[in-house]
């Protein structure tokens, strides 16, 4: 069974910095490709950014590119979220998700077949 375990969220003030981290278990992150979303109070959850497994290929939701970008290191089965310059509008629940589809960054939510639990980030005005 592939299990998602994120951490590194918390409280922050408007233009600070955050950085995620989603290990993965089960299965060698390789394998997958790998997506963060987030989810605030009262909506849909969305596409923040997405890696394929090579990580030559990544995607990211207009309202995060050039503030947040995603990495992985395959050797420690971890994907990293950096999220800078952070706005309260970034307050959500951030979800790590892996794809058996490892060649794509995908960026809708019925391409990825395994979820964390997720990691409250807050950014305060």
């Known amino acids: 069974q592939v299990q998602l375990v994120e951490s590194g969220g918390g409280l922050v003030q408007a233009g600070g910095s955050l950085r995620l981290a989603c290990v993965v278990s089960?299965?060698?992150?390789?394998?997958?490709?790998m997506g963060w979303f987030r989810q605030a109070p009262g909506k849909d959850r969305e596409f923040v950014a997405a890696?394929?497994?090579?990580?030559?290929?990544?995607s990211y939701a207009d309202s995060v590119k050039g503030r947040f970008t995603i990495s992985r290191d395959n050797a420690r089965s971890t994907v990293f979220l950096q999220m800078n310059s952070l706005k309260p509008e970034d307050t959500a629940v951030y979800y790590c998700?892996?794809?058996?589809?490892?060649?794509?960054?995908?960026?809708?939510?019925?391409?990825?077949?395994?979820w964390g639990q997720g990691t409250q980030v807050t950014v305060s005005s």
């Open positions: 089960g299965r060698t992150s390789s394998s997958f490709g």
């Open positions: 998700a892996a794809s058996r589809v490892s060649t794509m960054a995908a960026i809708t939510t019925t391409a990825y077949n395994y």
């Open positions: 890696s394929n497994w090579r990580g030559s290929s990544t």
